[in-house]
Protein backbone atom coordinates (compact mmCIF):
# COMPACT_ATOMS: atom_id res chain seq x y z
CA UNK A 1 0.00 0.00 0.00
CA UNK A 2 1.38 3.32 -0.63
CA UNK A 3 2.18 5.43 1.74
CA UNK A 4 2.36 9.37 2.24
CA UNK A 5 3.51 11.28 5.37
CA UNK A 6 4.61 14.95 5.17
CA UNK A 7 6.00 17.46 8.29
CA UNK A 8 5.64 19.06 9.63
CA UNK A 9 2.19 19.87 9.97
CA UNK A 10 2.25 23.43 10.60
CA UNK A 11 4.90 25.86 9.99
CA UNK A 12 5.11 29.73 10.87
CA UNK A 13 7.59 31.66 9.14
CA UNK A 14 8.54 35.39 9.03
CA UNK A 15 9.18 36.99 5.96
CA UNK A 16 11.82 36.63 3.85
CA UNK A 17 12.44 33.07 6.18
CA UNK A 18 13.28 30.42 3.39
CA UNK A 19 12.71 26.55 4.79
CA UNK A 20 11.55 23.54 3.60
CA UNK A 21 8.54 21.27 3.75
CA UNK A 22 9.28 17.33 3.85
CA UNK A 23 7.20 14.76 1.93
CA UNK A 24 8.13 11.24 2.56
CA UNK A 25 7.09 8.07 0.73
CA UNK A 26 6.97 4.63 0.40
CA UNK A 27 5.74 3.24 -3.32
CA UNK A 28 6.01 0.01 -5.24
CA UNK A 29 6.84 1.66 -8.45
CA UNK A 30 7.01 5.39 -8.19
CA UNK A 31 5.31 6.85 -11.99
CA UNK A 32 5.17 10.56 -10.48
CA UNK A 33 5.08 12.91 -6.98
CA UNK A 34 3.16 15.32 -6.73
CA UNK A 35 2.90 18.71 -5.13
CA UNK A 36 -0.17 20.78 -4.64
CA UNK A 37 -1.09 23.66 -3.11
CA UNK A 38 -4.78 24.30 -1.37
CA UNK A 39 -6.37 28.04 -0.23
CA UNK A 40 -9.27 27.59 2.28
CA UNK A 41 -12.33 26.98 0.26
CA UNK A 42 -10.84 26.09 -2.47
CA UNK A 43 -9.18 22.58 -4.19
CA UNK A 44 -5.91 21.81 -4.42
CA UNK A 45 -4.14 24.02 -7.20
CA UNK A 46 -1.19 22.27 -9.23
CA UNK A 47 2.12 23.13 -8.60
CA UNK A 48 4.70 20.15 -9.91
CA UNK A 49 5.33 16.52 -10.57
CA UNK A 50 8.77 15.59 -10.30
CA UNK A 51 9.19 11.47 -12.02
CA UNK A 52 12.61 10.06 -10.95
CA UNK A 53 15.33 10.46 -8.14
CA UNK A 54 17.66 13.83 -8.74
CA UNK A 55 15.00 15.93 -10.67
CA UNK A 56 14.60 19.66 -9.62
CA UNK A 57 11.38 21.54 -10.63
CA UNK A 58 11.21 25.57 -9.56
CA UNK A 59 8.26 28.53 -9.92
CA UNK A 60 8.72 31.62 -8.40
CA UNK A 61 9.94 31.14 -4.92
CA UNK A 62 9.33 27.35 -5.09
CA UNK A 63 11.56 24.39 -5.60
CA UNK A 64 11.12 20.62 -5.53
CA UNK A 65 13.46 18.17 -5.10
CA UNK A 66 13.07 14.23 -5.10
CA UNK A 67 14.57 11.11 -3.81
CA UNK A 68 14.20 7.85 -3.57
CA UNK A 69 12.18 7.85 -0.30
CA UNK A 70 11.26 11.32 0.14
CA UNK A 71 10.72 15.00 -1.77
CA UNK A 72 10.92 18.58 0.07
CA UNK A 73 9.56 21.99 -1.13
CA UNK A 74 12.11 24.50 -0.95
CA UNK A 75 10.48 28.23 0.12
CA UNK A 76 13.00 30.78 -0.28
CA UNK A 77 12.54 34.15 1.16
CA UNK A 78 8.70 33.80 1.38
CA UNK A 79 5.77 36.22 0.94
CA UNK A 80 2.23 36.40 3.45
CA UNK A 81 0.60 35.17 -0.33
CA UNK A 82 2.36 31.88 0.31
CA UNK A 83 0.58 31.02 3.13
CA UNK A 84 -1.58 27.69 2.22
CA UNK A 85 -1.84 24.06 2.84
CA UNK A 86 0.53 22.26 0.95
CA UNK A 87 0.23 18.97 -0.24
CA UNK A 88 2.09 16.20 -1.60
CA UNK A 89 0.91 13.20 -3.17
CA UNK A 90 2.45 9.76 -5.23
CA UNK A 91 1.07 7.95 -8.27
CA UNK A 92 2.26 4.41 -7.58
CA UNK A 93 2.68 0.97 -10.46
CA UNK A 94 -0.30 -0.99 -8.54
CA UNK A 95 -2.55 1.75 -7.48
CA UNK A 96 -3.99 2.02 -10.83
CA UNK A 97 -3.82 5.97 -11.61
CA UNK A 98 -5.15 7.13 -8.30
CA UNK A 99 -3.28 9.33 -6.18
CA UNK A 100 -1.99 8.69 -2.52
CA UNK A 101 -1.91 12.37 -0.55
CA UNK A 102 -0.13 12.86 2.32
CA UNK A 103 -1.73 15.11 5.11
CA UNK A 104 -0.70 18.73 4.23
CA UNK A 105 1.65 21.12 5.90
CA UNK A 106 0.04 24.12 6.64
CA UNK A 107 2.37 26.91 6.20
CA UNK A 108 1.14 30.46 7.92
CA UNK A 109 4.02 33.25 6.70
CA UNK A 110 3.84 36.66 8.37
CA UNK A 111 5.06 39.83 7.60
CA UNK B 1 -15.28 24.23 -19.71
CA UNK B 2 -12.18 26.71 -18.51
CA UNK B 3 -12.02 24.40 -15.52
CA UNK B 4 -13.48 21.70 -13.19
CA UNK B 5 -16.97 22.31 -12.25
CA UNK B 6 -18.91 21.20 -9.10
CA UNK B 7 -22.27 21.90 -7.58
CA UNK B 8 -23.66 22.64 -5.45
CA UNK B 9 -20.43 24.92 -3.69
CA UNK B 10 -22.08 23.84 -0.47
CA UNK B 11 -24.94 21.28 1.26
CA UNK B 12 -26.72 20.88 4.00
CA UNK B 13 -29.14 17.89 4.70
CA UNK B 14 -30.54 15.78 7.68
CA UNK B 15 -29.11 12.87 8.82
CA UNK B 16 -30.90 10.31 6.81
CA UNK B 17 -31.50 11.65 3.46
CA UNK B 18 -29.85 10.98 -0.04
CA UNK B 19 -27.57 13.84 -1.66
CA UNK B 20 -26.19 14.14 -5.21
CA UNK B 21 -23.06 15.81 -5.81
CA UNK B 22 -22.32 16.53 -9.30
CA UNK B 23 -18.82 17.55 -11.16
CA UNK B 24 -18.59 18.80 -14.89
CA UNK B 25 -14.93 18.10 -15.91
CA UNK B 26 -12.29 19.63 -18.44
CA UNK B 27 -13.84 19.05 -21.77
CA UNK B 28 -11.64 15.88 -23.42
CA UNK B 29 -10.36 15.40 -19.84
CA UNK B 30 -11.11 10.77 -20.06
CA UNK B 31 -10.51 10.67 -16.50
CA UNK B 32 -12.30 11.92 -13.09
CA UNK B 33 -11.74 11.22 -9.50
CA UNK B 34 -13.56 12.07 -6.32
CA UNK B 35 -11.65 12.26 -3.37
CA UNK B 36 -13.26 13.66 0.29
CA UNK B 37 -11.71 15.96 2.55
CA UNK B 38 -12.54 15.52 6.25
CA UNK B 39 -11.96 18.95 8.04
CA UNK B 40 -7.94 18.93 8.79
CA UNK B 41 -7.53 15.98 7.03
CA UNK B 42 -5.48 14.71 3.90
CA UNK B 43 -7.84 13.55 0.25
CA UNK B 44 -9.42 10.71 0.64
CA UNK B 45 -9.32 8.62 -2.70
CA UNK B 46 -13.54 7.91 -3.20
CA UNK B 47 -13.73 6.59 -7.10
CA UNK B 48 -11.56 6.59 -10.61
CA UNK B 49 -13.12 6.41 -13.94
CA UNK B 50 -11.11 6.34 -17.51
CA UNK B 51 -13.03 6.56 -20.00
CA UNK B 52 -15.52 3.47 -20.84
CA UNK B 53 -13.53 0.86 -18.80
CA UNK B 54 -15.09 -0.21 -15.76
CA UNK B 55 -14.37 2.17 -13.08
CA UNK B 56 -12.30 1.28 -9.90
CA UNK B 57 -14.76 1.60 -6.93
CA UNK B 58 -11.97 0.38 -4.74
CA UNK B 59 -12.29 3.73 -2.05
CA UNK B 60 -15.80 3.81 -1.29
CA UNK B 61 -16.28 3.75 2.03
CA UNK B 62 -19.97 1.56 2.22
CA UNK B 63 -22.88 0.96 -0.17
CA UNK B 64 -24.18 3.76 0.87
CA UNK B 65 -21.81 5.63 -1.87
CA UNK B 66 -22.19 5.31 -5.69
CA UNK B 67 -20.85 7.15 -8.56
CA UNK B 68 -22.11 7.35 -12.32
CA UNK B 69 -20.04 8.91 -15.18
CA UNK B 70 -21.88 9.56 -18.86
CA UNK B 71 -19.46 8.75 -21.06
CA UNK B 72 -16.48 11.41 -20.44
CA UNK B 73 -18.60 14.22 -19.13
CA UNK B 74 -20.74 14.61 -16.15
CA UNK B 75 -20.62 12.67 -13.16
CA UNK B 76 -22.72 12.82 -10.05
CA UNK B 77 -21.60 11.10 -6.68
CA UNK B 78 -24.69 10.10 -4.55
CA UNK B 79 -24.64 9.48 -0.93
CA UNK B 80 -28.12 7.50 0.39
CA UNK B 81 -28.97 7.89 3.78
CA UNK B 82 -26.33 10.42 4.72
CA UNK B 83 -24.55 10.06 8.38
CA UNK B 84 -23.13 12.99 10.34
CA UNK B 85 -19.45 11.19 9.40
CA UNK B 86 -20.29 12.21 5.60
CA UNK B 87 -19.84 15.60 6.39
CA UNK B 88 -16.82 16.56 4.61
CA UNK B 89 -15.82 18.28 1.10
CA UNK B 90 -16.41 16.50 -1.33
CA UNK B 91 -13.34 16.84 -4.45
CA UNK B 92 -13.75 16.24 -8.11
CA UNK B 93 -10.92 15.97 -10.21
CA UNK B 94 -9.76 15.21 -14.08
CA UNK B 95 -7.28 14.57 -16.00
CA UNK B 96 -6.53 14.34 -19.79
CA UNK B 97 -5.17 10.52 -20.12
CA UNK B 98 -5.15 9.33 -16.13
CA UNK B 99 -1.41 9.68 -15.85
CA UNK B 100 -0.22 12.62 -14.18
CA UNK B 101 -1.43 15.85 -12.00
CA UNK B 102 -4.70 16.16 -11.77
CA UNK B 103 -6.64 19.31 -12.38
CA UNK B 104 -9.33 19.81 -9.05
CA UNK B 105 -12.71 21.51 -8.58
CA UNK B 106 -13.34 24.01 -5.99
CA UNK B 107 -15.22 20.87 -4.03
CA UNK B 108 -18.76 20.61 -2.47
CA UNK B 109 -18.74 21.10 0.96
CA UNK B 110 -21.70 18.39 2.80
CA UNK B 111 -22.60 19.14 6.36
CA UNK B 112 -25.01 16.45 7.99
CA UNK B 113 -27.10 17.88 10.91
Known amino acids: EDQVTQSPEALRLQEGESSSLNCSYT??????LFWYRQDPGKGPEFLFTLYSAGEEKEKERLKATLTKKESFLHITAPKPEDSATYLC????????????FGGGTRLMVKP | GAGVSQSPSNKVTEKGKDVELRCDPI?????LYWYRQRLGQGLEFLIYFQGNSAPDKSGLPSDRFSAERTGESVSTLTIQRTQQEDSAVYLC???????????FGSGTRLTVV
Open chain 2, 93 to 103: ASSLSGVGGYT
Open chain 1, 27 to 32: VSGLRG
Open chain 2, 27 to 31: SGHTA
Open chain 1, 89 to 100: AVQGGNAGNMLT
